[in-house]
Nanobody, 124 residues
């Protein structure tokens, strides 16, 4: 059973930066495709970014492309989401997710394991 702990959320102002961290435990980190989703009140869950098992392939939603960066550091057993030039519309609960298969799953249903979520609020 893989357990995910996502941290790093908080309250920032528009234009600021924030870094989220996700630390999987319980299984070999490199076997999992990792992703960050977010969900704002009254809105559907959105895939923000994902990264392949070897880190060579990444995906970003159009809403964050050029502003957010997903990375994975195997030595630290951690996945990061670096968020820059943040906007009020980035306000949401952010969730780390993992799937024990290759392929960049594009929906929440494609992922088997989830973190507890961390709140990100961007004020204007």
């Amino acid at each position: 059973q893989l357990q995910l702990v996502d941290t790093g959320g908080g309250l920032v102002q528009a234009g600021d930066s924030l870094r989220l961290s996700c630390a999987p435990s319980g299984r070999t980190f490199v076997l999992y495709t990792m992703a960050w989703f977010r969900q704002a009140p009254g809105k559907e869950q959105e895939l923000v970014a994902s990264i392949s098992r070897n880190g060579d392939t990444t995906y970003y939603s159009n809403s964050v492309k050029g502003r957010f960066t997903i990375t994975r550091v195997s030595a630290e057993n951690t996945v990061y989401l670096q968020m820059s030039s943040m906007k009020p519309e980035d306000t949401a609960v952010y969730y780390c997710a993992a799937r024990p298969r290759a392929g960049m799953g594009m929906t929440g249903a494609a992922y088997d394991y989830w973190g507890q979520g961390t709140q990100v609020t961007v004020s204007s």
